[in-house]
T-cell receptor, first 115, second 117 residues
Framework: KAGVTQTPRYLIKTRGQQVTLSCSPI?????VSWYQQTPGQGLQFLFE???????NKGNFPGRFSGRQFSNSRSEMNVSTLELGDSALYLC??????????????FGPGTRLTVT | AQKITQTQPGMFVQEKEAVTLDCTYD???????LFWYKQPSSGEMIFLIY??????QNATEGRYSLNFQKARKSANLVISASQLGDSAMYFC??????????????FGKGTKLSVKP
């Protein structure tokens, strides 16, 4: 079974631009979560989508948004990029959402550099 | 307050020896899960092991075991017979089943493990 895929793997943008990252979950998984990883703040939860609905959102400004399509693929968008948005963005998929012992399977990440 | 604390930013271990990576957590939820992930330099997070708050026995998965001490709120990862390929960042994470996080993983800052030949 194919794992979680993320595109693109690397991205360089300039301040003020916007960016869209894509995540394809493992086949059959309906939940997709996004995390931001930086050296200073570590891994922080951005949001989670389950069956095309946002279930949960972390403490990030409104410039960060996402959506999920009917095939469970998800995109996240960052508008008006700032230097501090430079990070590794990780997507994780799982069968379930909410409570439970289920694992989340992570993709390889998209490394975004904002100059 | 930190929900997940990993006090060892970096550790060294000799190949073939065992190593323990520390993790303490803070939650008032009666039901929660604890996870350990490995992140090699490539960036992908690899799931290693899971421990539920109601599990009576410590979890084991191959060379990985979790030393779960509920009263002390600690969930240390033990890697037996370290291999060079174990060199990576290791993250402890928690999912609260009834807390405000509504199921998302809360991660610690990580421990960088280096295995020496």
């Amino acid at each position: 079974k194919a794992g979680v895929t993320q595109t693109p793997r690397y991205l360089i943008k300039t301040r003020g631009q916007q960016v869209t990252l894509s995540c394809s979950p493992i086949s059959g998984h309906r939940s997709v979560s996004w995390y931001q990883q930086t050296p200073g703040q570590g891994l922080q939860f951005l949001f989670e989508y389950f069956s095309e609905t946002q279930r949960n959102k972390g403490n990030f400004p409104g410039r960060f948004s996402g959506r999920q399509f009917s095939n469970s693929r998800s995109e996240m968008n960052v508008s008006t990029l700032e230097l501090g948005d430079s990070a590794l963005y990780l997507c994780a998929s799982s069968l379930w959402s909410g409570q439970g012992s289920y694992e989340q399977y992570f993709g390889p990440g998209t490394r975004l550099t904002v100059t | 307050a930190q929900k997940i604390t990993q006090t060892q930013p970096g550790m060294f271990v000799q190949e073939k020896e065992a190593v323990t990576l520390d993790c303490t957590y803070d939650t008032s939820d009666p039901s929660y899960g604890l996870f350990w992930y490995k992140q090699p330099s490539s960036g992908e997070m690899i799931f290693l092991i899971y421990q539920g708050s109601y599990d009576q026995q410590n979890a084991t998965e191959g060379r990985y075991s979790l030393n779960f001490q509920k009263a002390r709120k600690s969930a240390n990862l033990v890697i037996s017979a370290s291999q060079l390929g174990d060199s990576a960042m290791y993250f402890c994470a928690m999912r609260e089943n009834y807390g405000g996080s509504q199921g998302n993983l809360i991660f610690g800052k990580g421990t960088k493990l280096s295995v020496k030949p």
